[in-house]
């Protein structure tokens, strides 16, 4: 198996303090802080693991397996606590697990057509809802303020939006095409969207379903792979399949001092009345190129630095003090087919 293959079977997520990264593989699970980029914890779980979670900065693990078959297969849920070493509790269902969102009061569930929403600490069942499959198996929820929930409409182009202890069920019309990702801030204020074609995002306000603002990626169509705020709101990124990540100025924040980039700045505003809604897009104040590399990115909370995993296998601690001349601090690579990332390990979960 090359490094390549290993990558492309890598789940990675990130806790809700945006500190440690977690990363499920065919061997098991392991987790990483990101300043410093340091192992501090590995599992074995002989079925491979397809979805992993931290909850917040605690020894508290909610994984999935990756197989059929089984002591931990796809489709059940398992509580892992690793300072006990024990399982706290699990939920089997008839059909593997597709996502979860996780927080200190809820755990959310989608399997195929379903979700399932349960008390963190009684494991009770506080509503179930269906919706329509998305290939790219989408729920979002603000970590740190988890009152709304957020998912694709059967819809085209329309996010469906409803609270996780409440009958309430709210639409947004955001896009013409088909939702491609979706984004929840921490705090559950606003939802990011982008559609299939990759062009335009958005910026909505949950609770009043207005559009804030919209941003433009650019003109030739790309798959939106990672969509993520900053946790005061005020940097938005995108990043696309093109390997380019672009970062925005929302306006939520005015204290940051970042002007976005349009064709004002090249003498066009006299005659862009004339012209194609292009010219009058609001673009990325700053950018980074990685050519043609995937990435899944979080938002340093103290320094203008972004911490992101490319499908090339490497971790890319970026930096953009200087928004003219954005660079890249350090690349390392996080997962090898040379090294067993397992090595050292202190136990194996039976």
Same mark, same amino acid.
């Given at each position: 198996?090359?490094?390549?293959?290993?990558?492309?079977?890598?789940?990675?997520? %990130?806790?809700?303090?945006?500190?440690?990264?977690?990363?499920?593989?065919?061997?098991?699970?392991?987790?990483?802080?990101?300043?410093?980029?340091?192992?501090?914890? @590995?599992?074995?779980?002989?079925?491979?693991?397809?979805?992993?979670?931290?909850?917040?900065?605690?020894?508290?693990?909610?994984? /999935?397996? $990756?197989?059929?078959?089984?002591?931990?297969?796809?489709?059940?849920? =398992?509580?892992?606590?690793? @300072?006990?070493?024990?399982?706290?509790?699990?939920? #089997?269902?008839?059909?593997?697990?597709?996502?979860?969102?996780?927080?200190? +009061?809820?755990?959310?569930?989608?399997?195929?057509?379903?979700?399932?929403?349960?008390?963190?600490?009684?494991?009770?069942?506080?509503?179930?809802?269906?919706?329509?499959?998305?290939?790219?198996?989408?729920?979002?929820?603000?970590?740190?303020?988890?009152?709304?929930?957020?998912?694709?409409?059967? $819809?085209?182009?329309?996010?469906?939006?409803?609270?996780?202890?409440?009958?309430?069920?709210?639409?947004?019309?955001?896009?013409?095409?088909?939702?491609?990702?979706?984004?929840?801030?921490?705090? &559950?204020?606003?939802?990011?969207?982008?559609?299939?074609?990759?062009?335009?995002?958005?910026?909505?306000? =949950?609770?009043?379903?207005?559009?804030?603002?919209?941003?433009?990626? &650019?003109? +030739?169509?790309?798959?939106?792979?990672?969509?993520?705020?900053?946790?005061?709101?005020?940097?938005?990124?995108? @990043? @696309?399949?093109?390997?380019?990540?672009?970062?925005?100025?929302? &306006?939520?924040?005015?204290?940051?001092?970042?002007?976005?980039?349009?064709? +004002?700045?090249?003498?066009?505003?006299?005659?862009?009345? #004339?012209?194609?809604?292009?010219?009058?897009?609001?673009?990325?104040?700053?950018?980074?190129?990685? #050519?043609?590399?995937?990435? /899944?990115?979080?938002?340093?909370?103290?320094?203008?630095?972004?911490?992101?995993?490319?499908?090339?296998?490497?971790?890319?601690?970026?930096? %953009?003090?200087?928004?003219?001349?954005?660079? =890249?601090?350090?690349?390392?690579?996080? =997962?090898?087919?040379?090294?067993?990332?397992?090595?050292?390990?202190?136990?194996?979960?039976?």
């Amino acid at each position: 198996m090359t490094s390549e293959d290993l990558t492309s079977q890598t789940y990675i997520s %990130f806790n809700q303090t945006e500190k440690y990264a977690c990363f499920g593989t065919n061997i098991g699970f392991y987790i990483y802080s990101l300043n410093p980029f340091k192992k501090i914890l @590995s599992r074995k779980i002989d079925s491979g693991v397809s979805i992993v979670k931290m909850l917040y900065e605690s020894n508290i693990i909610i994984f /999935v397996g $990756k197989q059929d078959k089984g002591l931990y297969p796809n489709n059940k849920l =398992i509580i892992w606590d690793d @300072s006990k070493k024990s399982v706290l509790g699990e939920i #089997a269902y008839n059909k593997p697990i597709s996502n979860l969102n996780v927080t200190k +009061d809820y755990i959310v569930v989608l399997v195929d057509k379903k979700i399932y929403i349960y008390k963190f600490d009684t494991l009770n069942l506080v509503k179930t809802i269906d919706v329509s499959p998305h290939p790219n198996k989408l729920i979002c929820m603000g970590l740190e303020n988890p009152e709304y929930l957020v998912y694709p409409s059967e $819809k085209t182009g329309v996010v469906s939006i409803t609270k996780l202890s409440e009958d309430y069920l709210e639409e947004i019309e955001a896009h013409y095409s088909a939702i491609e990702n979706l984004f929840v801030s921490n705090d &559950g204020k606003y939802v990011i969207t982008a559609s299939e074609t990759g062009t335009m995002i958005r910026i909505f306000n =949950i609770e009043t379903k207005e559009k804030l603002v919209e941003f433009r990626r &650019g003109v +030739d169509p790309a798959k939106i792979v990672d969509i993520k705020l900053c946790n005061n709101n005020s940097i938005l990124l995108v @990043s @696309s399949t093109k390997g380019t990540i672009h970062l925005y100025n929302t &306006g939520i924040d005015p204290e940051l001092k970042a002007n976005n980039t349009s064709y +004002d700045s090249y003498g066009m505003p006299l005659i862009k009345w #004339a012209l194609p809604q292009y010219f009058s897009d609001s673009f990325s104040f700053t950018r980074f190129n990685l #050519a043609n590399i995937s990435t /899944v990115s979080s938002f340093d909370r103290k320094e203008p630095k972004i911490y992101s995993f490319g499908q090339d296998g490497q971790f890319y601690e970026l930096n %953009f003090t200087d928004i003219n001349n954005p660079v =890249i601090d350090r690349t390392i690579k996080y =997962i090898s087919d040379e090294n067993d990332p397992f090595s050292q390990r202190s136990t194996t979960i039976k």
